[in-house]
């Protein structure tokens, strides 16, 4: 019926908003919020990267498609965050990313603080990890916290043999963070390493992961603040943008099933860590749609 295009709608990713039962790319915002131990204000970070992915060209250069011509992509909204019930909130995350993914859609998670990585990986099984992250978060507890940003990895290893875990970017950790990769042979590739040789780092990637199936977590401190200042823990030494872009464009040919990127926190953004968020998302979504085609 023609009347129901003038129903104004919330603008999902990109603007645009395919049904979800024609989608094979799925879009959620997780405004999650309570644990930052620095900056918060990511509840508003979904909004920011809708707001900046529609103002960005969904024909790519690099991959020469477009993803909205290649893919059909839904963004079914911001799952309801309860502030003072992290675990119930944590279970709507699960249960929506299990939902999407055993339609056969991919799952995308538009953080949020990094703490929801934990719950979205608990809708897989028989999944590798890769994190793109300055950070380890792998400290057993903060401030007397078992789950909270600082320490959502070395909870998602409670699930995970350690081999499935690969941290690229990685520049600051704590001591105990630092002898507890040693220990379980968690495979690191520092940021520096990762700018040198952002080829070799793919090469050593793709072998560990192989044709397993691949949940990606991007945060978005892996960029060098100049490039992305909006984040809850800034960390000077990082990626630049187009770094970063090399490397999503080669991760993007590995079996990705779901990915989230978080951490960005706008009240501290000028907008140029919405953006990288938004850019470095299209570049992903052209990489997944150029190795299906
Ligand atoms: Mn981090």
Do not use: W
């Not at 603007?15 to 405004?31: L, Q, S």
């Not at 007397?144 to 520049?171: F, N, S, W, Y």
């Amino acid at each position: 019926m023609e009347h129901e295009h003038l129903i104004p709608i919330r603008p999902g990713f990109g603007g645009f908003d395919e049904p979800y039962e024609r989608a094979n790319v799925v879009f959620m915002g997780v405004p999650l919020d309570v644990t930052s131990s620095y900056r918060s204000g990511y509840r508003f970070a979904p909004a920011k990267i809708r707001e900046a992915s529609a103002n960005l060209e969904t024909y790519l250069t690099s991959a020469g498609l477009d993803v909205f011509e290649q893919l059909n992509i839904s963004d079914v909204g911001d799952i309801v965050i309860t502030p003072t019930d992290l675990k119930a909130t944590g279970e709507r995350i699960t249960r929506l990313v299990k939902r999407v993914s055993g339609e056969g859609k991919m799952p995308i998670l538009l953080g949020g603080e990094h703490t929801l990585t934990y719950f979205a990986l608990q809708a897989f099984d028989d999944i590798s990890v890769i994190q793109l992250d300055a950070h380890r978060d792998l400290r057993d507890e903060y401030m007397g916290d078992k789950l909270c940003h600082a320490t959502v990895m070395r909870r998602v290893l409670e699930h995970l043999p350690p081999e499935r875990l690969l941290q690229l970017g990685i520049r600051s950790c704590s001591k105990e963070e630092a002898e507890f990769a040693q220990e379980t042979a968690v495979t690191t590739y520092t940021s520096e390493q990762v700018i040198g040789d952002v080829q070799g780092v793919v090469a050593a990637v793709k072998k560990l992961a192989g044709d397993s199936r691949v949940y990606l977590t991007i945060d978005l401190d892996v960029l060098d603040p100049a490039f992305a200042p909006g984040v809850a823990t800034p960390e000077p030494g990082g990626l630049s943008t187009v770094e970063l872009l090399r490397l999503i464009r080669e991760l993007g040919k590995l079996n990705v099933e779901a990915f989230d990127v978080v951490e960005l926190v706008p009240p501290h953004d000028d907008g140029t860590a919405a953006f990288a968020a938004a850019k470095i998302i299209y570049e992903l979504l052209a990489a997944i749609a150029s190795s299906v085609k």
